[in-house]
């Protein structure tokens, strides 16, 4: 069981900058690849980026492509999201999510995608002002 915490959220202005920390519980971490998803208001949950368990292969949503950085730290059991360049429609609720690495393949089909995923956090809100 793995239990994940987001945290970093908050209200920025257009063109500003945040950083997403997701904390994870047990010493499993490792073992885990690790999404962030969103989620705006009336909209289906999308993804936004993905790191594979030793942190060797990233993934983004064409929409955040350049602008945001994923990355983690096995030794604290934690993985980020570095936004930068934001813009409104990036105005949503972020979810850190887990996946683990000895029953999802790694690859950007498994990872791009929420149903490979086993363990959600409950999300924070970031909201841009234009």
């Known amino acids: 069981q793995v239990q994940l915490v987001e945290s970093g959220g908050g209200l920025v202005q257009a063109g500003g900058s945040l950083r997403l920390s997701c904390a994870a519980s047990g010493r499993t971490f490792s073992r885990h690849h690790m999404g962030w998803f969103r989620q705006a208001p009336g909209k289906e949950r999308e993804f936004v980026a993905a790191?594979?368990?030793?942190?060797?292969?990233?993934y983004y949503a064409d929409s955040v492509k350049g602008r945001f950085t994923i990355s983690r730290d096995n030794a604290k059991n934690t993985v980020y999201v570095q936004m930068n360049s934001l813009k409104p429609e990036d105005t949503a609720v972020y979810y850190c999510?887990?996946?683990?690495?000895?029953?999802?393949?790694?690859?950007?089909?498994?990872?791009?995608?929420?149903?490979?995923?086993?363990?959600w956090g409950q999300g924070t809100q970031v909201t841009v002002s234009s």
């Open positions: 790191i594979n368990w030793s942190g060797g292969s990233t």
């Open positions: 999510a887990a996946a683990d690495a000895r029953t999802t393949y790694g690859g950007s089909t498994s990872l791009t995608s929420a149903r490979h995923y086993d363990y």
